[in-house]
């Protein structure tokens, strides 16, 4: 800044106040310490008026110019000491002393007094400079609210300034440098508050304007370059934001140690070279953030950095800190936004009750990733309850965990709110509910969403969330399942029975979401998953989570009300096979013997024999395509009596056999999704560690099928069956043994049934054939009850 000539003075120059960019959350900050000088390690502008002395350093800064400067409004009254400037024909001490309090300088003491909060000082500012004095000295006080997060405030001060210039002046606001800084803090208010688009729009006007004036300083248009590439990275349009980030480097480089002229509050320094950490921080964001929206993701490596533990620990945001207990792990930051949606795929409306959904605009083939994304907001179990061992979250508690979790947020990002509320909520309403009304440049505050917003966040949870993985606890091996929110995976539609098989499957690394299509899928085909496990045991778990959707399967409900009926003693002729009857009818006896008694060692070998067949002739008749459902709740729990019953009575190969059925079985129902994964995988990591020498001839054929699943899994999940953009390797050994198996069975902590708490853990240790298996049972040194 040109003050017309250099000051040797005892007092205070606060215009010699520093300036620097702070990237972070906009263009310029002033480095004032208590006094208006730098500040020391321990002081900041954002703090000073926290600090004790604050108040009294400013009331004495502002009691001592007002005294000068009636003393040097008294010698301006002679007349004989004023030229035609105006300025004072007094000694060179005089000189210095009313230098000090020329009208640039004068607003800039009442500008710092504004700051520091001295009351009056708008008003007084006002009755000494006019118009442009009272908005510097409001230009001062919007510095401090920006410092403190307040957009709010920042947006009124600015907004209020703004107005006050535009009216007291015919100079256009880009060519007047405390205009221009006032405007450019409104952009940076918004673009606080999370009103991106309306940041961008903003910022892209006042650029545009900067462009094409004479008189506009060049660090108005670099100041709207950087807000328009902050904006469009909260908007996710990396690309963009990248070249305008590029373009403010190069401006940078180019023109030097710019100054910012005529500012009287704020001294010129470098616009961007106090932050070129944050610059280039932002720069590799939006780098990263390009290159994931174009799918350019290594799953693999994402994978390996969740099982190696390098992520750091999920907590929920009911503590501050992290359970050690838990294995449950994010995607650190540095990994970037982590947000791919394929050009493949759009979000429309489907029409027929199903509200909105994905369908695919070109073919994708078998494996091709189609969504991945980090949430919007997670909870995940972490002992907060005070006990030693982490507690699974109930759906209640964890449900009002994520609300608050998400209107906290959406209260302080605007942006946000736009996505949450994209969401469905039970209504066709897909906008925030702001308060007064929608934002609109005319009005002098920011909107604020409504009161109901918690009532539609319950809801959007209601209807979007997602359960997912919370890691194992380390000290009991419990699986403890989170609730998360994601953008777009909610708007993949629940496939009903009537809609066949789903097209595809999702899966978490880490705390994000992924999507592959489990078969080739056609443009205009709608991608379909399944909300509901195919291991639920019972079929009121899956009609209840329809329920709670507010969905109905008419396929799936008759079947229900078959098999109910069937297990009751219904005679054939209700909708089922004589098989499926048969198996409905012996599941029930024989869990009531187990719940009688409390083991299955008092069922006998006839018994087991004919729940076996039984169990084989409704297989087969699923098989040949005249069963309703791919699999039923009933054979989940026939299986799960089988595995025990046949290392009773059959023998360990048996009961691996009936391990190896549910898992074939689910895999045929669901393809790829994570329960088949989890079966197969932990079926071959017990089996791997069993000797080779150990193996009977069918052990070593269910042995070679689990490493050929797994492998096929692993190559689906890590690296698209070859359809990801690196084009990798096959699986290695080494890739498997130390990614895939850890990461299914450590960090999603997948565990089901008795297989994986009693014959799972100690299959090393047992012997092969039944009757020493059935003395080790009945000596109670393990458990025969199915869980």
């Not at 997060?149 to 006050?164: E, P, V």
Request: hydrophobic share 45%; with cysteine.
């Amino acid at each position: 800044m040109v003050h017309g000539g250099s000051v040797d003075t005892p007092f205070i120059d606060v215009a010699a106040v520093p300036l620097r960019i702070d990237v972070t959350r906009g263009v310029f900050v002033p480095q004032l310490g208590l006094l208006g000088g730098p500040p020391t390690e321990d002081e900041s502008f954002a703090d000073s008026r926290h600090q004790p002395n604050a108040g009294l350093a400013a009331a004495f800064v502002l009691s001592f110019g007002a005294a000068i400067l009636v003393a040097v409004r008294k010698r301006r009254s002679n007349k004989k000491r004023l030229c035609c400037r105006g300025r004072l024909r007094a000694s060179r001490s005089q000189d210095r002393i009313a230098l000090m309090f020329e009208p640039q300088r004068r607003y800039s003491v009442l500008a710092l007094g504004a700051a520091v909060g001295m009351p009056g000082t708008l008003q007084l500012a006002a009755a000494i400079g006019g118009p442009r004095a009272e908005a510097e000295a409001l230009l001062a006080q919007t510095e401090v609210a920006l410092a403190a997060g307040n957009a709010a405030r920042a947006y009124a001060l600015t907004a209020r300034g703004l107005r006050l210039m535009t009216a007291a002046s015919d100079v256009a606001t880009v060519e007047d440098p405390v205009a221009a800084l006032l405007h450019v803090r409104h952009t940076e208010a918004l673009l606080m508050a999370g009103f991106a688009r309306e940041a961008l729009a903003d910022s892209t006007q006042l650029g545009a304007t900067a462009a094409v004036s004479t008189k506009a300083a060049s660090w108005v248009s670099q100041c709207c370059a950087l807000l328009r590439g902050r904006a469009l990275l909260q908007l996710s349009e990396y690309t963009e934001a990248l070249v305008l980030f590029q373009q403010v480097l190069r401006l940078e480089e180019r023109e030097g140690e710019q100054q910012v002229p005529a500012l009287p509050a704020y001294a010129s320094t470098p616009l961007f070279r106090a932050e070129p950490a944050r610059l280039q921080e932002l720069m590799t964001q939006a780098t990263l953030g390009a290159k994931h929206r174009r799918g350019e993701i290594d799953f693999a490596r994402l994978v390996e950095l969740v099982a190696a533990g390098d992520a750091p620990r999920t907590s929920s945001s009911s503590s501050s800190s992290a359970d050690e207990s838990s294995t449950a792990r994010q995607l650190p930051q540095e990994e970037g936004p982590l947000r791919f949606e394929s050009e493949k795929v759009v979000r429309q409306e489907i029409g027929n009750g199903r509200g909105r959904g994905v369908v695919a605009v070109q073919d994708l083939a078998a494996g091709e990733a189609f969504i991945f994304t980090r949430p919007l907001g997670l909870v995940l179990p972490n002992g907060a309850g005070g006990g030693a061992t982490a507690q699974p979250l109930s759906e209640q508690t964890a449900r009002g965990l994520l609300a608050k979790q998400l209107e906290s947020r959406a209260r302080r990002d605007a942006q946000f709110a736009q996505e949450l509320f994209s969401l469905y909520d039970g209504t066709n309403e897909y906008i925030p509910s702001w308060t007064p009304g929608p934002w609109s440049p005319d009005k002098e505050s920011l909107p604020v969403l409504s009161p109901a917003t918690r009532g539609r966040i319950d809801q959007i949870i209601r209807y979007n969330s997602h359960r997912c993985p919370g890691g194992q606890d380390a000290r009991t091996g419990m699986s403890q399942p989170g609730l998360g929110l994601w953008l777009w995976p909610p708007m993949v539609n629940h496939a009903v029975e009537a809609d066949g098989a789903p097209n595809c499957a999702h899966i978490f690394i880490g705390d994000a979401m992924l999507f592959r299509t489990t078969r080739p899928v056609r443009a205009g085909e709608e991608l379909l998953d399944r909300y509901t496990s195919p291991l639920a045991p019972r079929f009121e778990q899956t009609l209840e989570n329809l329920a709670d959707h507010d969905m109905k399967d008419p396929v799936y409900e008759a079947c229900a009300k078959d098999w109910t009926n069937a297990e009751m003693g219904a005679p054939l002729g209700n909708g089922l096979l004589e098989g499926q009857a048969m198996l409905a009818l012996l599941v029930k006896q024989l869990e009531g013997v187990r719940n009688r008694t409390g083991s299955l060692l008092l069922v006998s070998e006839e018994e087991f024999r004919a729940l076996k067949g039984a169990y084989a002739q409704a297989a087969a008749e699923t098989r040949k395509g005249s069963s309703r459902l791919l699999l039923v709740p009933t054979e989940v729990r026939a299986l799960e009596l089988l595995c025990p019953l046949a290392a009773i009575w059959a023998g360990r190969a048996d009961a691996l056999e009936m391990r190896a059925e549910l898992a074939r079985r689910v895999q045929a129902a669901r393809p790829f999704h994570f329960s088949a994964v989890g079966l197969w995988v932990e079926f071959y990591a017990r089996l791997s560690l069993l000797p080779p020498a150990s193996l009977d001839s069918a052990e070593i054929v269910l042995a070679r099928e689990a490493d050929a699943r797994v492998r096929e899994m692993a190559e689906f999940w890590l690296h698209g069956l070859g359809h990801d953009w690196q084009h990798p390797a096959p699986i290695s050994n080494e890739q498997l043994q130390r990614v895939f198996l850890p990461w299914v069975l450590q960090i999603y902590g997948f565990s089901f049934g008795w297989f994986s708490q009693v014959l799972g853990p100690r299959l090393g240790h047992l012997p092969t054939g039944a009757k020493a298996l059935r003395a080790i049972l009945a000596s109670g040194s393990m458990t025969a009850a199915v869980l």
